[in-house]
C-alpha cells in the first residue's frame, strides 16, 4: 500500500460524516455512552500488532505501520483507529488530512478505552484549526469531555478559552483554575502562560512579579527536562521564552537552539519560528535558504503561521517568490483558521488583486479573523465598511439631485 493510495478508511469516513455530522455537533449532543470497546478483551495478536506498528513509527516506517493500524481499524479496534486518527493528524506515513482525521477520531471516542479522553483532546484540538461556525464552542466541549475521561492536558486548553473567551464568554477565575490544575498535572507550557499573565498584570490585573518568577522558574526547569527526553513543544516553549527575554535576558543563540531541536522532532509552530528568526534582518544566502526550508515544511504540515508568512513572502516577491502563489497558501491558512490569512486574503478579494474582486467576501474574511481577536483583520474590517458607507453616501448624493429634478 502506498503513500497516496491509503484510503480504505474513506467509506468509514463518509458513513462517519452522515451520522455525526461534519461540525460534530451531533455527536457531542447525543448519548454519549460508550461502546464496549474490543480492547477491553483484545486478543494477544491484535495487542502485538499494536505494538509492532508503534515500533514501527518510533523509527520511522511510517507507511508500514499505517498498514497495520488501517488494517486494524477497518475492524474497528479503538486503539488503532486512536493511533491511526494522529497519522491522518500529522502525516504520519499518509498525507496529512485533517477531515480524515477528525472522523476517525470519532469513531474512536464512540469507544470505552484507555486513550478515551487524550481521543477527545485531539477532537478539541482539530475543531480549534477549523474556521466553521461555533467550531471553537465545539472545541471547547470535546476538552471538557476530555476532562471528564481522565486526561488532566485538557486543562491547557480549557485555560486558554476561558483566558480569551473563546467559544465561550472570558473567565478569569475558571482560566486561573485550569493553569492551575496543569501546572500540577506537569504541563510547564501552561504554567508559563499563567506566568506571563502574573508578570504582565494582563486583562488589567495588577502585576505580581514575585509570585510570576515562582511558577516561570518551576515552569522553565520542567520545560528544560522535558525537552532533552525529547519533547518537541517543550523544547519550542523554551525557544520563545529566550527569543522574547521573559523572566530573563533575550539570548538569540539559545533560541535558535531551542527552536532547531524542536523542528528537527517535527514541531511545525518551531519550524515557523525559527525561519522567522533566521530571516531578520539581513540575513545571508545560506539563513535564507534554511528559513524558506522550514516555512515550507511547516506549511506542508498544514501550519496557519507559517502558510501565512510564506504567502507574505509571496506577495511581496522576496527571495524571488512568485505572487500568484500567495492564493493558495492563504486559502489554507484560511481553512485552518489563521486569522492572518483571514486578513490577507480578505485583502486581495478587497483589491480584485490575484484573484476576481468580491467585496462581500472581502468582508466575511475580514469578519471572520475579527472574531477570533485578531486586530488586524478588524483593522481592515473596520475600513472596509467606512469605504462602503462612504460610496454608498456618494451614490445618495448623486441620486438625489435628480429626484429633485423630477419632482420639479
Known amino acids: 500500500m502506498t503513500r497516496m493510495n491509503k484510503k480504505s478508511l474513506l467509506w468509514k469516513g463518509l458513513l ?6 461534519v461540525a460534530g455537533a451531533v455527536a457531542l449532543s447525543s448519548d454519549t455512552t460508550p461502546v464496549k470497546a474490543k480492547s477491553e478483551r483484545i486478543d494477544p495478536t491484535i495487542e502485538e500488532m499494536i ?61 470505552s478505552f484507555a486513550f478515551r479522553g487524550e481521543t477527545a483532546y485531539e477532537l478539541g484540538r ?11 464552542e465545539i472545541a471547547l466541549q470535546w476538552f471538557m469531555k476530555a476532562l471528564e475521561w481522565d486526561y488532566p ?18 473567565d478569569l477565575n475558571a482560566a486561573f483554575d485550569h493553569y492551575e490544575q496543569a501546572a500540577i498535572a506537569g504541563y510547564p507550557s501552561s504554567t508559563i502562560n499563567y506566568a506571563r499573565i502574573l508578570l ?34 517543550s523544547a519550542k516553549t523554551l525557544g520563545r521564552i529566550y527569543r522574547d527575554g521573559e523572566f530573563m535576558a533575550a539570548d538569540r543563540s539559545l533560541a535558535e537552539d531551542w527552536f532547531l531541536r524542536s523542528a528537527n522532532l517535527g514541531d511545525a509552530g518551531a519550524m515557523h519560528d525559527l525561519a522567522l528568526m533566521l530571516l531578520v534582518g539581513s540575513p545571508d544566502a545560506k539563513a535564507t535558504a534554511d528559513a524558506l526550508k522550514w516555512l515550507r515544511l511547516a506549511a506542508t504540515a ?3 503561521g507559517a502558510l501565512t508568512a510564506l504567502a507574505r513572502l509571496h506577495l511581496k516577491q522576496k527571495h524571488g517568490l512568485e505572487p500568484e502563489n500567495a492564493v493558495d497558501l492563504l486559502e489554507r491558512g484560511v481553512a ?24 462581500q467576501k472581502a468582508i466575511e474574511l475580514a469578519q471572520k479573523g475579527a472574531d477570533r481577536g485578531h486586530q488586524g483583520s478588524t483593522s481592515l474590517l473596520k475600513e472596509l465598511l467606512q469605504e462602503d458607507e462612504a460610496n454608498l453616501t456618494i451614490i445618495e448624493k448623486s441620486v438625489q439631485p435628480v429626484a429633485d429634478k423630477k419632482e420639479g
Request: proline share 3%; glycine share 12%; aromatic share 8%.
Open 126 to 136: 482539530l475543531f480549534q484549526r477549523s474556521s466553521g461556525d461555533k467550531c471553537a
Open 302 to 304: 498544514e501550519h496557519g
Open 336 to 359: 485552518v483558521g489563521h486569522p492572518g490569512a483571514m486578513q490577507e486574503l480578505a485583502r486581495l478579494f478587497a483589491a480584485g488583486d490575484l484573484v476576481l474582486q468580491d467585496r
Open 51 to 111: 505494538k509492532q506498528a508503534r515500533g514501527l513509527q518510533k523509527v520511522g516506517r511510517w507507511e508500514a505501520a499505517a498498514d497495520i493500524l488501517t488494517q486494524l481499524a477497518n475492524d474497528g479496534h479503538p486503539v488503532a483507529l486512536f493511533h491511526l486518527g494522529r497519522a491522518y493528524k500529522n502525516g504520519w506515513g499518509v498525507d496529512t488530512d485533517l477531515d480524515q482525521s477528525r472522523l476517525i477520531f470519532m469513531e474512536a471516542v464512540r469507544y
Open 16 to 21: 462517519l460524516g452522515a451520522v455525526f455530522g
Open 200 to 233: 504582565t498584570g494582563r486583562y488589567g490585573l495588577t502585576p505580581d512579579p514575585d509570585r510570576a518568577r515562582f511558577w516561570a522558574e518551576r515552569a522553565i526547569a520542567g520545560l528544560e527536562q522535558k525537552a532533552r527526553d525529547g519533547s518537541a513543544s
Open 153 to 170: 492536558k485538557a486543562h491547557v486548553q480549557l485555560a486558554k478559552h476561558y483566558e480569551r473567551g473563546i467559544g465561550t464568554g472570558r
